[in-house]
């Protein structure tokens, strides 16, 4: 069974441009949640999508938005790029069992620089 | 606002030996704990998930326990061996949502 892909792998960007980013949940997994992993600040939580509804949100800016498709892929962008930005962008899914027992599975990550 | 504190921020030691990472969290009602596993430049691995219900987990050379009440968890290792090197975190489940509050990690290097 494949696991969670994240493409693309890497990015490279300059200030003020945007940037999509997309995440393809292990199959069957209607639940995706996009987390930001920088070394001061650690791992955060960005947002959650269930059947292509936002069910929470993190406290980020406006600039970070996402959606949920109906495959239950999901893609997140982020506009009017800063430095701070630069991190590792990971993407988790799970197959809903209840609240106690969903266990998440992370993708290998997107790792944006912006310069 | 539920916080997650991991002791010590790093550990070294030679293989073999046992070893204890701690997880704190500071409310108490979660739905669960996951522990995971990071490479450097990687993503995560999950390696035990416990149920707010539950006491403890085993995976192979893995235990994780869990006491809710007092907001602590800790994952054992035993034997341990220089491919267990990595950043161990932990995240706790609360409310309704999917939403993980995670630890700084715990840094373990096993030399060999």
Known sequence: ?115 | KQEVTQIPAALSVPEGENLVLNCSFTDSAIYNLQWFRQDPGKGLTSLLLIQSSQREQTSGRLNASLDKSSGRSTLYIAASQPGDSATYLCAVTEGGSEKLVFGKGTKLTVNP
């Open chain 1, 1 to 115: 069974k494949a696991g969670v892909t994240q493409t693309p792998r890497y990015l490279i960007k300059t200030r003020g441009q945007q940037v999509t980013l997309s995440c393809s949940p292990i199959s069957g997994h209607r639940s995706v949640s996009w987390y930001q992993q920088t070394p001061g600040q650690g791992l955060q939580f960005l947002f959650e999508y269930f059947s292509e509804t936002q069910r929470n949100k993190g406290n980020f800016p406006g600039r970070f938005s996402g959606r949920q498709f109906s495959n239950s892929r999901s893609e997140m962008n982020v506009s009017t790029l800063e430095l701070g930005d630069s991190a590792l962008y990971l993407c988790a899914s799970s197959l809903w069992r209840g609240r106690a027992l969903n266990e998440q599975f992370f993708g290998p990550g997107t790792r944006l620089t912006v310069l």
